[in-house]
C-alpha cells in the first residue's frame, strides 16, 4: 500500500496544498515549525480519522479561514494504491454555525470512492503507522494513553474492531446510568442482566484481540529492541485487563507485573461467561459507586525493560528504543494482518538516535513500499541513503519538490 497523491484544505497552518508522493522514501526537510509534522499528521488522520496530537478535531481545523457566521470546511483527500486496486478517500471536517450565541459545530463526512460511510467501515482501508517524539506517553503517560494505542493499532488491523469498541463504550454508557439511578433512587438489581449481557459479549470479544495483539506485537518488538539494544535488553509487554480471565492464585488481588502471564488458550466464550458472572458479583459494589469498575475501559498495558517498568523508572533514551520498537514491531503486525504494508511515518526520529541505530533503522524500514521522515538536519541520514529518496523542503506551509536529485525511479520499492 502506498499514497500516491495527497490534498489538504484548510488543514491547520495548510490552505491549500497538492502532493504527488513516490512510491519510496521522502524525506521532509526544513527548520522546525513549518509544516512538516502537519503533513504527517494529516496522513495519519486518513488512517486513524483521528490527530494523534489532539483528542479534538475541531483544533486541526485551520482557525484563520473559520468564519463564525459560514461554514468552514476542512478537506483531506488521499489517492492511494491497495494492491491492485486504487482508491481514494476524503475526510471533511465541517465547522457550522448553530443556535444564536455564535456556536459552532463540528461534523466529520467520511467519503471512500465518493461514497458516505461511518468511521467503522472504513478505518483499516488506508494504514498508516507513526512515531514522533512526543508518542512517549504510550509508555510514560496514563493508561488511557496505553488504550488509545491500543484501539487506534487494533482498529487499523482487526476487522470490526471499530465497530465492537463503539457499540461496547455505548453499552458502559446505559449500564452506568442505570447503575447511577438505581443508587440514586433504588429499583430492582435484575435491570441490569440486559446490559450485563451485552457488557460481557463485546467486552468478551475486546479482551480476547487485545490478548492476541499483544501476544504477537511483544514477540515482534522484543525481537527488534534486542537488536537495537544489542542484547543488553528483554522488552517485555505486560497487559493487564480490568477483567482478568485468569483466577487470582490463592486470593491473591492481582498478579505482579513481572510475571509472566499466557492468556493464549482462553476462548471467547469462556471469557464472556466468566466476565458476565464478575458483573453479577460486583453488583452491589458498583450500584453503591454508580460506574462500572471492571472491563476493557479500564484495561492496563505497561512495557519492561529487563522487567523494571519503564513508564516508571525508564530513561529517555530506554523510552525512546523502546518506543521506537514498539512502532517497528506494529509495522510488521498490520503487514501480517491486512497483507499491506503501510506508510511508516517518522518524525525527527534520527536525531534520537547514535549512528548504529540509525543504520539499524533504515534496515527495517527498507522492505517496506513508502516512508516519510522529517528532519532538520539532512546529514544525519547517510549519503546514499539521501541519494535514493526524494528530498523536499518544506518552509512557511509551502512544500518545494525534488531539492535533490535522486538516481532511482518513482515507482520503484524501497531497497
Known amino acids: 500500500m502506498y499514497l500516491k497523491h495527497l490534498s489538504l484544505t484548510n488543514f491547520r497552518k495548510f490552505t491549500r496544498l497538492d502532493l504527488d508522493l513516490p512510491r519510496r522514501v521522502v524525506l521532509l526537510t526544513g527548520g522546525n515549525a513549518q509544516g512538516k509534522t502537519t503533513i504527517l499528521e494529516s496522513i495519519y488522520f486518513l488512517a486513524a480519522f483521528t490527530s494523534f496530537q489532539t483528542h479534538a478535531d475541531r483544533q486541526v481545523v485551520n482557525l484563520t479561514e473559520a468564519n463564525r457566521d459560514e461554514l468552514t470546511v476542512t478537506r483531506l483527500v488521499a489517492e492511494y494504491q491497495r494492491g491492485k486496486n486504487r482508491h481514494r478517500l476524503e475526510v471533511r471536517l465541517i465547522l457550522e454555525p448553530v443556535g444564536v450565541l455564535n456556536g459552532q459545530r463540528l461534523r466529520k463526512e467520511i467519503l471512500l470512492d465518493g461514497v458516505k460511510k461511518p468511521v467503522s467501515d472504513v478505518v483499516g482501508h488506508f494504514n498508516a503507522v507513526i512515531f514522533v517524539p512526543q508518542m512517549s506517553q504510550i509508555i510514560e503517560g496514563a493508561p488511557e494513553d496505553r488504550r488509545r494505542y491500543l484501539n487506534l493499532a487494533l482498529a487499523q488491523s482487526v476487522p470490526a474492531y471499530a465497530r465492537v469498541l463503539s457499540e461496547y463504550n455505548q453499552a458502559l454508557t446505559q449500564r452506568n446510568a442505570l447503575l447511577k439511578a438505581l443508587n440514586e433512587n433504588g429499583g430492582g438489581r435484575d435491570q441490569l442482566e440486559v446490559w450485563d449481557e451485552a457488557l460481557s459479549h463485546l467486552g468478551a470479544q475486546i479482551i480476547l484481540w487485545r490478548i492476541e495483539a499483544i501476544q504477537r506485537i511483544e514477540h515482534l518488538a522484543s525481537r527488534v529492541h534486542h537488536e537495537l539494544t544489542h542484547g543488553t535488553e528483554i522488552l517485555r509487554l505486560a497487559y493487564e485487563p480490568a477483567f482478568d480471565p485468569l483466577p487470582n492464585p490463592n486470593g491473591q488481588l492481582g498478579l505482579k507485573i513481572d510475571t509472566v502471564v499466557d492468556r493464549s488458550s482462553f476462548k471467547l466464550n469462556e471469557i464472556q461467561v466468566a466476565f458476565r458472572g464478575r458483573l453479577r458479583e460486583l453488583r452491589s459494589e458498583e450500584i453503591a459507586r454508580g460506574v462500572t469498575t471492571i472491563g476493557p475501559h479500564r484495561d492496563e498495558l505497561r512495557f519492561l525493560a529487563n522487567d523494571f517498568d519503564l513508564g516508571n523508572y525508564g530513561s529517555r533514551g530506554q523510552i525512546r528504543t523502546a518506543l521506537l520498537s514498539l512502532k517497528l514491531a506494529e509495522v510488521n503486525w498490520m503487514k501480517e494482518r491486512t497483507g499491506e504494508w503501510p506508510v511508516i511515518l517518522l518524525d525527527e526520529v ?39 529518496a526524494e528530498v523536499w523542503k518544506v518552509e512557511s506551509g509551502r512544500v518545494e519538490t525534488n531539492v535533490i536529485a535522486r538516481r532511482a525511479k518513482p515507482d520503484e520499492a524501497i531497497s
Open 350 to 388: 534520527m536525531a534520537e538516535l547514535d549512528v548504529q541505530r540509525r543504520a539499524d533503522l533504515l534496515k527495517y524500514v527498507g522492505e517496506s513500499e513508502q516512508v516519510l521522515f522529517t528532519t532538520t538536519d539532512l546529514n544525519l541520514f547517510a549519503p546514499e541513503f539521501v541519494k535514493q
